[in-house]
């Protein structure tokens, strides 16, 4: 079954860090972009980051450049969003998704959920 | 950069057709995409490349892009087409992804 499960989710005091995993599994993970997406509370659906299929080419919204990497292990199948400096706005549930550019995001997870929050 | 602009909200009745529109100067040049949401699930791509329809979404959605506008088209709408609806796009140029602002689809 094509699928990618979130983790690493939580509570977060502002100016802290935290972690997401994605863990991906039933396709060809190395030949795809991945991308990050969040959705704060009652608002829509915000991009967050890309990185390409072998990690060469990485991007960021202007709202997380500066404080946000993305990176991935394709041998293990895993994306990765460090986030730094949280701010009460980055408070969302974050979705990673396999992201195929012109042809959509067409695998998605079920989210994780990050508050910063002192 | 790429500002995606939709109306807040779209109503009808149920057996009836609902276009929902992205608008952005000359989006008729990109590939835009639709996704679905569920309250509480995550999204669900229903057209891609302006009007590709994955495996498993009904024929009853379709799209078009032209111009300053694409649209989104649910023909014959069911009380479970009742959702939030997003464009997206791809920007080559950068590298980024922009969504619209979403537009809920409510069914009398």
């Known amino acids: 079954e094509v699928q990618v499960l979130e983790s690493g989710g939580g509570l977060v005091q502002p100016g802290g860090s935290l972690r997401l995993s994605c863990a991906a599994s039933?396709?060809?993970?190395?030949?795809?972009?991945m991308s990050w997406v969040r959705q704060a509370p009652g608002k829509g659906l915000e991009w967050v980051s890309a990185i390409s299929g072998s990690a060469f080419s990485t991007y960021y919204a202007d709202s997380v450049k500066g404080r946000f990497s993305i990176s991935r292990d394709n041998s293990k199948k895993t994306l990765w969003l460090q986030m730094n400096s949280l701010r009460a706005e980055d408070t969302a549930v974050y979705y990673c998704?396999?992201?195929?550019?012109?042809?959509?995001?067409?695998?998605w997870g079920q989210g994780t959920t990050v508050t910063v929050s002192s | 950069s790429y500002v995606l602009t939709q109306p807040p909200s779209v109503s009808v009745a149920p057996g009836q057709t609902a276009r929902i529109t992205c608008g952005e100067n000359?989006?008729?040049?990109?590939?835009v995409h639709w996704y679905q949401q569920r309250p509480g699930q995550a999204p669900v791509l229903v057209i891609y490349f302006d009007s590709g329809r994955p495996s498993g979404i009904p024929e009853r959605f379709s799209g078009s892009n032209s111009g300053n506008t694409a649209t989104l088209t649910i023909s014959r709408v069911e009380a479970g087409d009742e959702a939030d609806y997003y464009c997206?796009?791809?920007?080559?140029?950068?590298?980024?992804?922009?969504f619209g602002g979403g537009t809920q689809l409510t069914v009398l």
């Open positions: 000359n989006i008729g040049s990109k590939s």
């Open positions: 997206q796009v791809w920007d080559s140029d950068s590298g980024h992804r922009v």
């Open positions: 998704a396999k992201d195929q550019k012109v042809h959509g995001m067409d695998v």
């Open positions: 039933g396709f060809t993970f190395d030949a795809w972009d």
